[in-house]
């Protein structure tokens, strides 16, 4: 039985629909197949890219695995899985880059994709800050706490030096729930109000705090729980908002 994506009928190719549609109408197991360009004698491209987020659980954790995870895989070797860190790696530089030109205050999104990329792959609970200048431009982002699966815990004063030691005008402070959803907890509440207050001592300003987890994010700016005076109300909207020092 042949299974290349070539006997499709040419509509159906991912690649043609891509170029005719765009790749926002590509679903993750169709991009994945692009990537993959070839399938195994048993599936097409697109079943194995299907079966790989299938056994992973969601598409960021087949670029977080492992050599010998994917070589379980009839048609991932060595050539392919080089080809998934370079793709991974450029998707992180290229979050990096537009972050460092500051951000273009109708494209927040790119805070999210950038957290995302940064905590996703994350088996324990971490706390983490991105540090922003006067213009919106990264200064650093650094992963400060590490937890449990469930629960991290977090020193605001230790959290405010790092911010102060990098001279940041404006941040961003996330975490990641591993294993569930981005349901923020009392406590999630309780502790951005602290910081809140504490920023707003030291004359920095709090823009969102960001919840990640594998399949959604949550932002407390979104839901009208931190209100920050440098993005208009207009920006911030369901739409855009849906570790070491680098």
Same mark, same amino acid.
């Given at each position: 039985? *042949?299974?290349?994506?070539? @006997?499709?009928? /040419?509509?159906?190719?991912?690649?043609?629909? +891509?170029? %005719?549609?765009?790749?926002?109408? %590509?679903?993750?197991?169709? +991009? $994945?197949?692009?990537?993959?360009?070839?399938?195994?004698?048993?599936?097409?491209?697109?079943?194995?890219?299907? $079966?790989?987020? @299938?056994?992973?659980?969601?598409? !960021?954790?087949?670029?977080?695995?492992?050599?010998?995870?994917?070589?379980?895989?009839?048609?991932? &070797?060595?050539?392919?899985?080089?080809?998934?860190?370079?793709?991974?790696? +450029?998707?992180?530089?290229? %979050?990096?880059?537009?972050? !460092? @030109?500051?951000?273009? %205050?109708?494209?927040?999104? $790119?805070?999210?994709?950038?957290?995302?990329?940064?905590?996703? &792959?994350?088996?324990?609970?971490?706390?983490?800050? +991105?540090?922003?200048?006067?213009?919106?431009?990264?200064?650093?982002?650094?992963?400060?706490?590490?937890?449990?699966?469930?629960?991290?815990?977090?020193?605001? !004063? @230790? $959290?405010?030096?790092?911010?102060?030691?990098?001279?940041?005008?404006?941040?961003?402070?996330?975490? *990641?729930?591993?294993?569930?959803?981005?349901?923020?907890?009392?406590?999630?509440?309780?502790?951005?109000?602290?910081?809140?207050?504490?920023?707003?001592?030291?004359?920095? /300003?709090?823009?969102?705090?960001?919840?990640?987890?594998?399949?959604?994010?949550?932002?407390?700016?979104?839901?009208?729980?931190?209100?920050?005076?440098?993005?208009?109300?207009?920006?911030?909207?369901?739409?855009?908002?849906?570790?070491?020092?680098?």
């Amino acid at each position: 039985m *042949n299974h290349s994506i070539k @006997q499709w009928p /040419e509509q159906e190719r991912p690649r043609e629909r +891509l170029l %005719l549609q765009g790749a926002h109408s %590509l679903s993750d197991a169709e +991009l $994945l197949a692009i990537f993959l360009r070839s399938g195994s004698k048993q599936h097409s491209a697109v079943e194995l890219a299907r $079966l790989l987020i @299938q056994h992973f659980g969601h598409l !960021n954790a087949v670029f977080d695995s492992s050599l010998d995870d994917l070589k379980q895989f009839h048609g991932i &070797g060595e050539s392919k899985y080089s080809q998934l860190m370079a793709v991974k790696e +450029l998707g992180r530089r290229y %979050l990096k880059h537009q972050l !460092n @030109q500051g951000l273009d %205050l109708s494209r927040s999104d $790119l805070i999210r994709d950038y957290l995302r990329y940064e905590l996703i &792959g994350e088996s324990q609970e971490v706390f983490a800050v +991105l540090c922003l200048d006067s213009q919106l431009r990264k200064l650093s982002f650094k992963k400060l706490f590490y937890g449990s699966i469930n629960y991290c815990n977090i020193s605001i !004063n @230790q $959290l405010l030096r790092y911010v102060i030691q990098k001279h940041a005008t404006f941040i961003v402070i996330a975490h *990641n729930h591993p294993k569930g959803f981005a349901k923020p907890s009392r406590e999630d509440y309780d502790l951005t109000q602290e910081i809140l207050k504490a920023c707003q001592l030291l004359e920095i /300003e709090l823009l969102d705090h960001m919840i990640i987890a594998a399949e959604q994010s949550y932002s407390f700016a979104e839901h009208g729980l931190i209100k920050p005076k440098t993005f208009p109300t207009n920006v911030i909207d369901k739409h855009l908002w849906s570790g070491e020092d680098h």
